[in-house]
């Protein structure tokens, strides 16, 4: 489920302006998810782990979760884990990113939302992990809902600076 202005414009402007400014603190991880680190790399922000606030700046982003059952109509009974991802540019062949299940057990979902307008699209495949489903360029203010098992990959920006979602 694709949802477009999915939070007021005050609070996408705010999370926009903290998170792609020049005070937020992202921290290097050199690998994309579960993948190898020749598959390339990422700077990410933890705010929420395992059933722990892990950053200052969790208010700043909670407020997704409460749009989240409103734009669904789903009951959110806990959280797992909420993270930003800063990709940048790179010269690793997009045949190297991995294509991924965010969690695998029954009854989670996972909320991508995008912070900014960007190329590195979000492509979604089908079990085989072949098959291209749909492919969804990130755009400001936008989300996706989906499945946790669902395979998907993200893709490094090319002709943008950066590609940030939470």
């Known amino acids: 489920m694709i949802i477009q202005n999915f939070a007021p414009a005050m609070l996408a402007d705010e999370i926009k302006s903290v998170l792609c400014g020049d005070n937020f603190a992202w921290y290097y991880n050199p690998s994309i998810g579960y993948m190898k680190e020749e598959a390339g790399f990422q700077f990410t922000h933890t705010f929420w782990q395992r059933e722990q606030q892990s950053s200052a700046l969790l208010g700043l ?8 059952e409103m734009h669904t109509g789903k009951k959110i009974k806990g959280l797992y884990r909420v993270k930003a991802n800063l990709r940048v540019p790179s010269n690793i062949p997009d045949s190297m990113e991995e294509i991924h299940q965010d969690h695998i057990q029954n009854n989670y979902m ?4 995008y912070v900014n ?5 979000t492509e979604f ?3 085989d992990k072949k098959t291209l489903v749909e492919s969804i360029t990130p755009k400001t203010n936008s989300a996706v809902w989906f499945d946790s098992k669902t395979w998907h990959k993200s893709s490094p920006p090319v002709t943008n600076k950066q590609r940030v979602v939470i």
């Open 117 to 121: 307008d960007s190329d590195g699209d």
């Open 61 to 68: 982003v909670k407020p997704l979760v409460y749009l989240a």
């Open 125 to 127: 495949y089908a079990d």
């Open 110 to 113: 996972t909320l991508l939302y």
